[in-house]
């Protein structure tokens, strides 16, 4: 595991009681006690390390065409955080608030709600300046445009009810937590189609960067090392000091939006590095390696063509092109955090294991 | 007076009680016993037909810098509403129903709130999507999340704040009463710079369209028949219905926002007509005809460059090139409302007039 991975791995034990401090975590971690598994093994999604455990609140998105669900955390915001690998006491303190406060408001709000409809607020979101990956302030503020009536009708106390408001409202990365497990739950239908070369799933630990297929279903992993994000790093930190590409946030430019809508995004560039053309270039390469483009996710700046979208194997193979993801950059060791944003790709030879899985399977 | 202003000024006196029925009120119209006056003559702007009257509540916009304030009422709505000349029962239910019921708790929202910086909020909705004067969404949304905690925590019954809240969520015009009074109260300050040619207001109501100079102060109008708008029409509309460019709207253009805009709004072509590569054509050749570039104001398509910003009277006069407006087209007749949006422009005679009062003036 890579720094950060190990730091959410140390920090999560600690939130559960299941040890007391971070030698006992790192000790009952390395003990052979402790299952880990990915996200997606459990139809659910986490940014950067990804972290779940069992007392942890969840969103939960479904497929209604489909009924697939796939769940994941609520964002807790930039700085110090458990995804970034951070697990002090601040961290810790946070965790167990937004579990014990802000989760009973939310649960109590999403009752009174029924339920939100995500792939109109992506739809609207696309136009509104965000991508759904590491922009995420429209989509906010539409699920907040969504929430407040049913907060303002729960039963919960008026100073709790406006404390998880203001948390929510208080870190425009919000909805990445809902995109994700709402671009999963498209995604994961596919699986299983007959002879399907369009890529199911790309996800990262810091470590390896693995994809799935669809015709070769939900148990076959491709991997290969994951690369070094390219990108704007914050005041003091370096690329020696990043951690290699890492978490499941992809699943958004692997269902078409995210890196795949950056056009529609420009003042990402501000984050990740780069100039507006670069934004509209990224989009427009991605219709190169897709099979269809978005009914309702449309790019305003491509005079609302419809997002790249369905990545297919067999054209990344044919052009040499890789997706393009854009994503925050975690430091290496564990306890930082963030340190950047940036570009970064799968590696090729995923790409390659996959088609030669393909050839050999359906030869 | 043009039919829609006719409309909202017999709405306006039913909704005061000084007259019982549109016969009553279009006499009392008519009879010389009421004042007309621009809302420019007092510190405020209206959208469209721009009737306000003496019950109506106003937001309260400041220039911080120079302590000069703008009003304006709260946005209705779209459909049938006093500003497109619409005055039957819908409408008069609603204009009391935000004086009784929704004015009291903003008035208690802003008053826990404090104060709002608009400034931050139209630097941020230019980076999603909107443009001010036309596309509201990302600006209303933005008013929301700063206005939500105060509605948590004021004393009226809940139904009230929730209902207020519903309908302020409920337009996405709601902010763009906001934005009218900021760029207004921007502005204003510019007034009496010796020899300046910078064009302080364009409004107009539907019969004439109006610009001042900043040198020659705020009591010289110069004025020149409006013009039909070019643009969409709603179903079973066409041009034949619309009355002429209309409201003090167009103040958001004057500040650089609005039209000037449009490049950083680029899914307004969907509203007022067009493709893509016009939103970015009719902001850059506002740089063409303006003084300066807005330094707080970005425009994420041109590279993040700042808005085009102070209309140089002999700038239009030297180049021919005319501002650009994008607005709502109202029917011509009092009481039928909105029937399209599309682009328009000032008639040239108001500047070929301005530019010889300078000349005059100045000699």
Known sequence: MCGPQRGAVMGGLIYEGLAKNIEEAEALAASGEITFDPCHMHDAVGPMAGVVTFSMPVWILENKTFGNRAYCTINEGLGKVLRFGAFDNEVLTRLRWMEQELYPVLKEAMAIKGEID??????????????????NEAGTSLLIRELVPAIMNCDKPLAQR????????????????????????????????????????????????????????????FAAEAEMVKGLYFPGYSEEDAARDMGDSCITETAGIGGFCMAAAPAIVQFVGGVVSDSIHYSTRMYEITVGEGRSYKIPALDFRGSPTGIDLRKVIETGIRPVINTGIAHKNPGVGQVGAGIVYPPEDCFKQALAACAEAWA
């Not at 739809?123 to 300046?129: A, R």
């Open 118 to 135: 995500v792939k109109v607020l992506v739809s609207k979101l696309l136009q509104m300046g965000d991508e759904g990956h590491n922009r």
């Open 162 to 221: 406006v404390a998880a408001f203001n948390f929510v409202n208080g870190n425009n990365h919000t909805f990445l937590n809902i995109s994700m497990p709402a671009m999963k739950c498209t995604l994961d239908p596919i699986f299983d189609i007959p002879y399907c070369t369009v890529v199911a799933t790309m996800s990262r630990n810091g470590t390896d960067f693995g994809i799935r297929i669809a015709g070769l279903g939900k148990n076959r992993w």
